[in-house]
């Protein structure tokens, strides 16, 4: 949930942590510091944001450091609550990812010894026990604090006594960049892509001793090697490309996106002979697990499995998985992952584990924590996305769960084969989406005045309105609800009146009847209705206020162009009320903490 960096080299740290850093605010950006070895330990941190710091900050000089991007768990965001925090002493600096849950006990006891604490955090626990267990050797000192430490962590740690940093983890990714005679430590890779392209995973309970030129691991106190990997990604995927946020560009990037997800399947209709993925069973029945975005993926890949080949298909909530519920035997578990570290995610995935169900992962995340705990794993090749709203990931999902469905055993071929052609279109068709975007800005004005929205859709695109919904109230900040169309008139029909449009989310299948009755209902209550539509549904001008034309498209490939579409809505309207679009107040993009 908060980002971590560490650099140890020849070069001047601040510069390269900071610069680390603002790759990194995807994942916190409540406040922001760092600390350099000089001969002493020197720390800057506030509550501003990493580009804040960068005019700002005082001159630190060292060539060693760490970094730190916060969302906050324990403390509101303040100066004091941000990291890096130091012991006692201020020998010891720690920055931390992850929740420590017996940070109250630890910290009772080490007051009790005669620790200070200056923060509410529980992080602010680790450089205290660092101190109360050194005795010359950092590594065994940091080994120590970590066997009492219930929780999570990602940790980097920097010592005035010697020129070394220590890395570790439990449930928080980490990686070491490799450089010549330079080491970098971070939560996530595109931190390190402006140095170097060679990676090292850390895995659960590793403790990494680093200096400039070399890095030995333990696990659990056994010298251990990890592979060394290229990352796939380039720095220019985390640039904005000219676009004014990341959210507009990775939209536009969607038509791509799509190509390079399943760009061998949609030419050959057979998966491509590298794809780490092949399913050769039929289908019995199907868990799908996933949060916030990727849990509408996967209500969308209920509805389209279940139609192709049905078998019954559950989707739950990851979030709501995990606390005490009973698991229902299930022959197969999908987990539908953007990040790959969402922590609810990781523990269902786990739990599946222990029930020997095979598990699938869905991620967009190269050596993501997700695919190392699933047996196999989907790649989503959206690339990095660094906008805290999910947009070009969701597209990619809703595409991988599409080829999954026709690639699995059972299907017809003809139905196969005429669906194959439909997929095969869309990335022309998000083009087109995509060119209609000057008339959505017009509709975006109009949504920009209001506080309310309600948003309804049926069948295949009844998820694409709870994700229209989450979409457009995560960056504009309108309070705004998915709703099955039918459930309007049980109840939320009430607060229906002039000043509450409806987006209604019109497939030209067998729900646009009902569809239409339920605007009528709407109308009839004097609510605003803005319509997606067809571009040659003729009728539907007269019945609503604004209408969003999309090209026709298949019955089961509709949720995509919606979905485009209303993205585009969601990021015109909250430019329109001057919201700081790429990171929305209060939110992180990696969310892992249960
Ligand atoms: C969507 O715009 C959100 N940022 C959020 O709902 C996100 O989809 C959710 O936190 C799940 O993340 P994941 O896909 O990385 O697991």
Same mark, same amino acid.
């Given at each position: ?21 603002? @790759? ?5 950006? #409540? ?8 001969d002493s330990i020197d720390i800057y941190k506030d509550i501003v944001r990493v580009e804040v710091m960068q005019k700002e900050s005082p001159t630190l000089n060292g060539t060693t450091g760490i970094g730190h991007t916060r969302w906050a768990t324990h403390g509101e965001p303040s100066s004091t609550n941000s990291h890096p925090h130091t012991d006692c002493s201020g020998k010891f600096a720690v920055v931390h990812n992850g929740i420590i849950s017996n940070f109250q006990k630890l910290r009772q006891q080490l007051i009790a010894e005669?620790?200070?604490? @200056?923060?509410?955090? $529980? ?6 026990? &660092? ?15 970590? #066997? ?12 005035? $006594? ?8 439990? !449930? %928080? ?6 450089? $010549? ?5 971070? %939560? #996530? ?5 402006d140095y170097t392209d060679r990676v090292i995973y850390l895995e659960d309970r590793d403790l990494a001793v680093i200096t400039k030129d070399s890095f030995k691991i333990t696990s659990d106190g056994t010298e251990i090697k990890r592979a060394e990997h290229r990352a796939t990604w380039s720095k220019e995927d985390v640039q904005k490309a000219g676009y004014e946020h990341f959210m507009l560009k990775e939209i536009n990037e969607q038509p791509r996106v799509i190509q390079n997800t399943i760009g061998d399947y949609l030419v050959s209709?057979?998966?491509?002979? !590298? ?35 049905? &078998? ?5 909530? =990851? ?24 922590? #609810? ?31 196999? @794993? ?8 660094? %906008? ?46 995509? !060119? ?14 209001? !506080?309310?929205?309600?948003? &309804? ?34 109840? %939320? ?30 109308? =009839? ?7 997606? =539509? ?12 604004? /209408? ?39 939110? =992180?993009?990696? /969310?892992?903490?249960?």
């Amino acid at each position: 949930m908060c980002g971590i960096v560490g650099y140890i080299g020849k070069a001047s740290a601040k510069p390269i942590l900071l610069n680390a850093l603002s @790759t990194l605010e995807y994942r916190g950006y #409540d406040s922001c510091g760092i600390a350099i070895r000089n001969d002493s330990i020197d720390i800057y941190k506030d509550i501003v944001r990493v580009e804040v710091m960068q005019k700002e900050s005082p001159t630190l000089n060292g060539t060693t450091g760490i970094g730190h991007t916060r969302w906050a768990t324990h403390g509101e965001p303040s100066s004091t609550n941000s990291h890096p925090h130091t012991d006692c002493s201020g020998k010891f600096a720690v920055v931390h990812n992850g929740i420590i849950s017996n940070f109250q006990k630890l910290r009772q006891q080490l007051i009790a010894e005669g620790h200070v604490f @200056t923060s509410e955090t $529980d992080s602010e626990v680790i450089p205290h026990m &660092i101190e109360k267990y050194y005795d010359g050797v950092l590594e065994e000192a940091v080994q120590a604090a970590l #066997d009492e430490i219930e929780g999570s962590y990602a940790i980097a740690v920097l010592t005035a $006594d010697e020129d070394i940093l220590i890395a570790a983890r439990k !449930d %928080s990714p980490l990686i070491i960049g490799v450089g $010549d005679g330079e080491m970098f430590i971070a %939560s #996530d890779v595109p931190a390190v892509l402006d140095y170097t392209d060679r990676v090292i995973y850390l895995e659960d309970r590793d403790l990494a001793v680093i200096t400039k030129d070399s890095f030995k691991i333990t696990s659990d106190g056994t010298e251990i090697k990890r592979a060394e990997h290229r990352a796939t990604w380039s720095k220019e995927d985390v640039q904005k490309a000219g676009y004014e946020h990341f959210m507009l560009k990775e939209i536009n990037e969607q038509p791509r996106v799509i190509q390079n997800t399943i760009g061998d399947y949609l030419v050959s209709g057979e998966p491509s002979s !590298d794809a780490e993925f092949k399913f050769d069973e039929e289908l019995r029945d199907l868990s799908i697990v996933a949060c916030g975005t990727s849990y509408h993926a996967g209500l969308v890949g209920k509805y389209i499995i279940e139609e192709l080949h049905g &078998i019954p298909v559950r989707v739950d909530l =990851a979030s709501e998985f995990n606390h005490g519920r009973r698991m229902i035997p299930t022959s197969m578990a999908i987990a539908i992952t953007q990040s790959g570290e969402t922590a #609810d995610v990781l523990s269902t995935l786990k739990r599946f584990r222990e029930e020997s169900v095979r598990t699938v992962a869905i991620t967009n995340v190269p050596g993501s924590s997700a695919s190392r705990v699933a047996n196999d @794993t989907i790649y989503t090749k959206a690339g990095p996305e660094v %906008s805290v709203a999910a947009t070009k990931s969701f597209i990619a999902q809703l595409i991988s769960l599409y080829q999954f469905t026709l690639s699995c055993p059972g299907l017809h071929r003809g139905i196969r084969e005429s669906l194959l052609a439909e997929l095969r279109q869309m990335p022309n068709k998000i083009e087109q989406v995509l !060119d209609g975007a000057c008339r959505i800005v017009n509709v975006a004005k109009f949504l920009a005045k209001h !506080d309310n929205v309600f948003f &309804i859709g049926r069948g295949i695109n009844h998820p694409i309105a709870l994700e229209g919904a989450l979409k457009l109230k995560e960056i504009s900040y309108i309070h705004a609800e998915g709703y099955a169309a039918g459930e309007l008139k049980h109840g %939320s029909i009430a607060l229906l009146q002039e000043n509450t449009p409806i987006i209604a989310i019109v497939a030209n299948d067998n729900t646009r009847d009902a569809m239409i009755s339920s605007i009528n209902q709407a109308k =009839a209550r004097s609510a605003p209705v803005i319509a997606l =539509a067809d571009e040659d549904d003729e009728d539907i001008g007269s019945l609503v206020d604004y /209408v969003i034309r999309l090209p026709r498209t298949g019955n089961m490939f509709t949720p995509v162009t919606n979905a485009v579409a209303l993205q585009l809505l969601a990021y015109h309207t909250a430019k329109h009320r001057g919201c700081p679009i790429d990171f929305p107040r209060n939110l =992180a993009k990696s /969310v892992t903490v249960e």
